[in-house]
T-cell receptor
Framework: DTGVSQDPRHKITKRGQNVTFRCDPI?????LYWYRQTLGQGPEFLTY????????KSRLLSDRFSAERPKGSFSTLEIQRTEQGDSAMYLC??????????FGPGTRLLVL | AQTVTQSQPEMSVQEAETVTLSCTYD???????LFWYKQPPSRQMILVIR??????QNATENRFSVNFQKAAKSFSLKISDSQLGDAAMYFC??????????FGPGTRLSVLP
């Protein structure tokens, strides 16, 4: 296992469409995090899972956003009815309990 | 709520020289971790160094070291013998045990040949 992977790396979509991103964490890590990062800013927390349980959600996560982590392995982040303001880099990170988070390469979303 | 502040949006350093990046944070917790992450242009975030708040000794990783002042809630990063590959955005982050990370806004470091 070489690290956290994310798919796709880039996504261009039209406003109003739904998009889904996938994250595969480091295999022995029980925690998985999603962040959003806009240009020139630090990552902003969206949500995190411990195993399959979603333990915390940011107020940034509107009802158009949903995340799942079935069986405590990979995770998906879905954005419904995308808006131009959703354009950002979506980062996934994983950790073993509260230890260091390791980040994936991110999925860059552009909503036209 | 935790907050992390990085007051230097941009810094530059001459190759082989030393530079210090500043970070202050605020948390009500007594136990927490502090991190510096590096994000090169169009590349993924990688861990530079981390510090457990209960440890008084400052963390060191090769050319990277921190000055952790718990009472002042300050956590600066010193890069010695700067190299061209050190050019990147540097993010300071704070993590309470069991909670998510809070990142600062970042400092863009340029290394001049």
């Amino acid at each position: 296992d070489t690290g956290v992977s994310q798919d796709p790396r880039h996504k261009i979509t039209k406003r109003g469409q739904n998009v889904t991103f996938r994250c595969d964490p480091i295999s022995e890590h029980n925690r998985l995090y999603w962040y959003r990062q806009t240009l020139g800013q630090g990552p902003e927390f969206l949500t995190y899972f411990q195993n399959e349980a979603q333990l915390e959600k940011s107020r940034l996560l509107s009802d158009r956003f949903s995340a799942e982590r079935p069986k405590g392995s990979f995770s998906t982040l879905e954005i419904q009815r995308t808006e131009q303001g959703d354009s950002a880099m979506y980062l996934c990170a994983s950790s073993f309990h509260q230890e260091t988070q390791y980040f994936g390469p991110g999925t860059r979303l552009l909503v036209l | 709520a935790q907050t992390v502040t990085q007051s230097q949006p941009e810094m530059s350093v001459q190759e082989a020289e030393t530079v210090t990046l500043s970070c202050t944070y605020d948390t009500s917790e007594s136990d927490y971790y502090l991190f510096w992450y590096k994000q090169p242009p169009s590349r993924q975030m990688i861990l530079v160094i981390r510090q457990e708040a209960y440890k008084q000794q400052n963390a060191t990783e090769n050319r990277f070291s921190v000055n952790f002042q718990k009472a002042a809630k300050s956590f600066s990063l010193k890069i010695s013998d700067s190299q061209l590959g050190d050019a990147a955005m540097y993010f300071c982050a704070c993590n309470n045990y069991g909670q998510n990370f809070v990142f600062g806004p970042g400092t863009r470091l340029s290394v001049l040949p």
